[in-house]
Nanobody, 119 residues
Framework: QVQLVESGGGSVQAGGSTKLSCVAS????????TAWYRQAPGKEREMVSS????????QYSDSVKGRFTISQAVNKNTLYLQMTSLKTEDSAVYYC????????????WGQGTEVTVSS
């Protein structure tokens, strides 16, 4: 099992920045990819960014590319999402997720942390 705990959400003004963290524990040796998802009220959950634990290769959705940066601690057990130039449409609950090696979906999820961007 893998446990994921997010932190860092809160309220921020449009144009501002904030950073989310996700501390992972458990059988992280079995995890190949971690990611940030978000879900706004009335909308489907969408992937924001993902990162391979072995290579640091990152991917971003078009909506956040150039504004958000995903990274991981040296020990690979903390995931970060640096969010800049925030827009009101970035308001959502942000979830940390982990995918076991050899699978093509995310098996573990955190409880989520809410980010509210006001104009």
């Amino acid at each position: 099992q893998v446990q994921l705990v997010e932190s860092g959400g809160g309220s921020v003004q449009a144009g501002g920045s904030t950073k989310l963290s996700c501390v992972a524990s458990g059988r992280m040796w079995s995890i190949c990819v971690t990611a940030w998802y978000r879900q706004a009220p009335g909308k489907e959950r969408e992937m924001v960014s993902s990162i391979r634990r072995d290579t640091d290769e990152a991917q971003y959705s078009d909506s956040v590319k150039g504004r958000f940066t995903i990274s991981q601690a040296v020990n690979k057990n903390t995931l970060y999402l640096q969010m800049t130039s925030l827009k009101t449409e970035d308001s959502a609950v942000y979830y940390c997720a982990a995918s076991r090696c050899g699978t093509h979906h995310f098996n573990y999820w955190g409880q989520g942390t809410e980010v509210t961007v006001s104009s």
